[in-house]
C-alpha cells in the first residue's frame, strides 16, 4: 500500500509540474520535476525503493524505446545515418573510453569497470529533456533529426557498454577479445529477436481482424505490452534487450501505414495513450532522480570517502570534459554538414548548439541507479552512492547549462499554436447557425437551440473582441436586475407574497456582489430599502408551504420570461447577437412535461450542424478560403467534436 501511495504522489507531481511549467516556461519540465522530487524527499517519510537493474530496464527504458522507435522518422534517419552512426556509436565508445579513464584517475579506489560503467552511463543523451528545452528556441529541422537519431541509437549503445561494465564489476575479470564477439552477436541477436517478435505481433493483429475481431482496446493493450513481452524474450536467450525493443518499434511502425479507418482509428487512440504513458515514464525518471538526490547527498556529505568541494568539482569537469568531447566531434566532422561559405559561418555557433543539447537524462539515471550494492561475490560496492550523486549532478548542469544558454545560440522560438483562418470559420459557424435557425418547428425547437447554443459558444471564443468578457459581465448584471424589477412588480401586483419575493431577491443580490463587488449589494440594505418603498403594495398575510412552492415556481417563470423579453428587445450594436442568443436559448428551458414531448434529439440536430460545417470546409478549401493545413486541422478538430456526439442529449 505504501509503494502505490508513492506511486500515486508522484504522478502527482508530475502532473503539478506540466502546470508549473506554464507559469514558468523558462524552465524546463525535467528541472521542475527533479525540484519536485527533492521536495517529496523531504517533506514526505519514505525513501526509494530499491529496484534491480533489469527490472528498472524492464520498467522505464523497454517501453521508452520502443515508442521512440515507432515514432521516430525514418526517412530522416536514413538520410543522416552518417551523423548518427558516428555520434551513436563511435562517439559513445570515445566518450566510455576517455571519460572513464579520467573518472579512475579522479577517483583512484573507484573500480576500472566502475569507472567505465559511469561513463557508459553519460555517453547516451536524452532527446525527450532536448525536445523540451528545444519549445523555446528555434533549433533546425535536420539537427533535430539528428540529435532524435543519436538519441535513439546511442541509447543501445550506451546501454551495451554500461552491461559490459556492470558484468566486469560483478565479475571483478574482464576481456577485451570476448567483449568483442559477444558484443556483435548479442547486438545482432538482441535486433533479430526484436525485428522476429514484432513481425509476428503485427501478424497476429492482422489474423485477429481477418476473423472480424476488431476490438480496439485489446490491439492497444497488446501494443503497451509488446515491449515489456520483447525484453524479456531477448534478455531469456541472452541477447540485448535494449536493441530488441529499438529494432522492434522501427518494425512495428509500419503496421500503421495501411490507409483504412480501422488502422487510421487505432494509430490515433494508440499516439494518445502513448503520449501519456511516456509522459508519466519520463516524468517518474526525473522525479525519481530529484528523491533519490537529497540521501545520497546526505550519504556523501556525512561519509569520509570523498571532500564535498571536491565533489562539485568532479561533476563540474566531468561534465567539461563530456561536453568537450562533443564539441570536438562536431568541430571535426563540420557538423555533417556541406562545406559550403554560410556553414563555414556557422561552424561555430551550430557546434555550441550541438554540444549543449547533447543533455544527459534518463538513460543516464536509469543506468545510474541500477547499479548493483553487491559486486565480485560479496563485497558491498561502496562507491555506488558516488557514482549516482556524479551522474545526478551531471544531469542537473547539463540540463541548466541547456536550459539558460540554448537561447544564445538559437533563436527564440515565438509561440506557435496551430490555429485555423478564424475569420473563415466564423463564417463557416454562423453559416450553421443560420441554416439550423432555418429548420426550427415547435417540435424541434429546443433541440435545435441547444445545438445553436454551442455554435454560439464556439463562436464566442473564437471571437477577437477584446472587451466581450466586460460585455458579458454587463449583460449578466443587467439580467440579474431585470430578475430583481420583475420580482418587484409581482410583489407589487399582489402575485407573490412577502416571504417568497424576500428570499428570491436575498439570493438575487448576494449574485449581483459576487459578479460587481459593488459595495450596494454588499449588505441587506439594498433590497430592505427596496422593500421599505414598497410596504404599502405589500400582502402581509402569510401563506401555507404548498402555496409558496407554487409562487417560487410562478415567480421563476414569470423572471424567465421577461429576461427572455428584455433580451429580445436588446441592441445588437451594444452586444453581439451571439451573446445574445446565447442567453436566450439558456433561460429559454421547458417544463418537464414539454421535454417529454419533444420529438427530435439533439445528437441528431448536431450531426446535421456538423455535415453541413464539413460541406462548408470543403466549399472553403475549394474556393481558396482556407489553405490545405487549415482543412487540415478544421477537420481534426470536427472529428473530435463528432466524436462526442452521443454524449450530447
Not at 552491461?163 to 570476448?178: D, E, P, R, W, Y
Not at 448576494?510 to 450596494?520: E, F, I, N, P, Q
Request: charged fraction near 20%.
Amino acid at each position: 500500500m505504501a509503494i502505490f501511495e508513492m506511486v500515486l504522489v508522484m504522478l502527482s507531481a508530475i502532473l503539478l509540474s506540466n502546470i508549473l511549467n506554464r507559469f514558468i516556461p523558462t524552465i524546463a519540465t525535467p528541472l521542475i520535476q527533479v525540484a519536485l522530487g527533492m521536495i517529496l524527499a523531504i517533506g514526505m517519510p519514505f525513501n526509494f525503493f530499491e529496484l534491480s537493474s533489469e527490472f528498472f530496464m524492464l520498467l522505464f527504458l523497454a517501453p521508452l524505446l520502443f515508442n521512440d522507435g515507432v515514432n521516430v522518422d525514418k526517412k530522416a534517419l536514413w538520410q543522416e545515418r552518417k551523423a548518427i552512426t558516428v555520434l551513436s556509436i563511435v562517439l559513445v565508445f570515445v566518450t566510455v573510453g576517455l571519460l572513464g579513464s579520467v573518472i579512475h584517475s579522479l577517483i583512484p579506489s573507484m573500480p576500472w569497470a566502475g569507472s567505465f560503467a559511469l561513463a557508459a552511463a553519460l555517453a547516451p543523451t536524452d532527446a525527450v529533456a532536448v525536445s523540451a528545452l528545444a519549445e523555446k528556441v528555434k533549433i533546425p529541422h535536420k539537427m533535430m533529426h539528428t540529435l532524435e537519431g543519436e538519441s535513439l541509437i546511442n541509447d543501445a549503445s550506451g546501454l551495451v557498454s554500461f552491461q559490459f561494465a556492470v558484468a566486469a564489476l560483478l565479475t571483478g575479470t574482464f576481456s577485451i577479445f570476448k567483449a568483442s564477439i559477444s558484443f556483435v552477436l548479442i547486438s545482432l541477436g538482441g535486433l533479430l529477436v526484436g525485428i522476429i517478435l514484432s513481425l509476428i505481433a503485427m501478424q497476429l493483429v492482422r489474423w485477429l481482424r481477418k476473423l472480424g475481431i476488431e476490438n480496439t482496446i485489446s490491439f492497444i493493450l497488446l501494443e503497451l505490452l509488446l515491449p515489456f513481452g520483447i525484453f524479456l524474450v531477448a534478455e531469456h536467450l541472452g541477447v540485448n534487450g535494449i536493441l530488441a525493443v529499438v529494432s522492434a518499434g522501427l518494425v512495428y511502425s509500419n503496421s500503421y501505414k495501411r490507409v483504412n479507418p480501422e488502422v487510421a482509428q487505432l494509430h490515433l487512440l494508440s499516439k494518445n495513450t502513448w503520449s501519456v504513458f511516456t509522459f508519466s515514464l519520463n516524468g517518474l525518471v526525473f522525479i525519481l532522480l530529484g528523491l533519490q538526490l537529497p540521501s545520497v547527498i546526505h550519504v556523501i556529505w556525512e561519509s569520509n570517502q570523498i571532500n564535498n568541494g571536491r565533489l562539485i568539482m568532479y561533476i563540474l569537469l566531468i561534465t567539461g570534459i563530456l561536453l568537450g568531447i562533443r564539441f570536438l566531434c562536431f568541430w571535426l566532422f563540420k557538423n555533417f554538414e556541406k562545406d559550403t561559405e554560410q556553414t563555414k559561418n556557422n561552424q561555430l555557433k551550430q557546434s555550441a548548439l550541438y554540444t549543449i543539447s547533447g543533455v544527459r537524462g534518463t538513460i543516464t539515471l536509469v543506468s545510474a541507479l541500477s547499479l548493483p550494492v553487491i559486486i565480485n561475490g560479496n563485497q558491498t560496492f561502496v562507491e555506488r552512492e558516488i557514482l549516482i550523486c556524479l551522474a545526478g549532478g551531471v544531469i542537473i548542469t547539463t540540463l541548466l547549462l541547456a536550459n539558460f544558454t540554448m537561447p544564445l545560440f538559437a533563436e527564440k522560438k515565438e509561440k506557435e499554436t496551430a490555429k485555423i483562418n478564424h475569420e473563415q470559420e466564423l463564417l463557416i459557424l454562423r453559416h450553421v447557425v443560420e441554416e439550423l435557425n432555418k429548420q426550427i418547428t415547435s417540435e424541434n425547437q429546443r433541440s435545435i437551440l441547444r445545438v445553436i447554443h454551442m455554435y454560439n459558444e464556439r463562436i464566442m471564443q473564437l471571437s477577437e473582441d477584446n472587451s466581450l468578457e466586460d460585455k458579458n459581465k454587463k449583460l449578466r448584471e443587467l439580467i440579474l436586475k431585470w430578475q430583481l424589477l420583475d420580482t418587484l412588480k409581482q410583489l407589487k401586483e399582489g402575485n407573490v407574497n412577502l416571504q417568497v419575493a424576500f428570499r428570491h431577491m436575498r439570493k438575487l443580490n448576494k449574485l449581483l456582489y459576487r459578479l460587481t463587488r459593488d459595495g450596494s449589494y454588499r449588505n441587506n440594505m439594498f433590497y430592505g430599502k427596496i422593500i421599505r418603498q414598497k410596504l404599502k403594495f405589500v400582502n402581509f398575510v402569510p401563506v401555507s408551504y404548498p402555496e409558496r412552492r407554487k409562487q417560487r415556481s410562478y415567480l421563476r417563470k414569470s423572471n424567465l420570461d421577461y429576461v427572455i423579453k428584455k433580451l429580445n428587445e436588446l441592441d445588437t450594436t451594444e452586444y453581439p447577437q451571439e451573446m445574445i442568443t446565447s442567453y436566450i436559448t439558456r433561460f429559454s428551458q421547458r417544463t418537464k412535461d414539454e421535454k417529454q414531448s419533444e420529438t427530435s434529439r439533439v445528437d441528431e440536430w448536431l450531426s446535421y450542424a456538423i455535415q453541413i460545417e464539413r460541406d462548408d470546409i470543403q466549399q472553403a478549401f475549394e474556393l481558396g478560403n482556407l489553405s490545405r493545413n487549415d482543412v487540415k486541422l478544421y477537420r481534426e478538430n470536427l472529428l473530435a467534436i463528432e466524436n462526442t456526439v452521443q454524449f450530447v442529449d
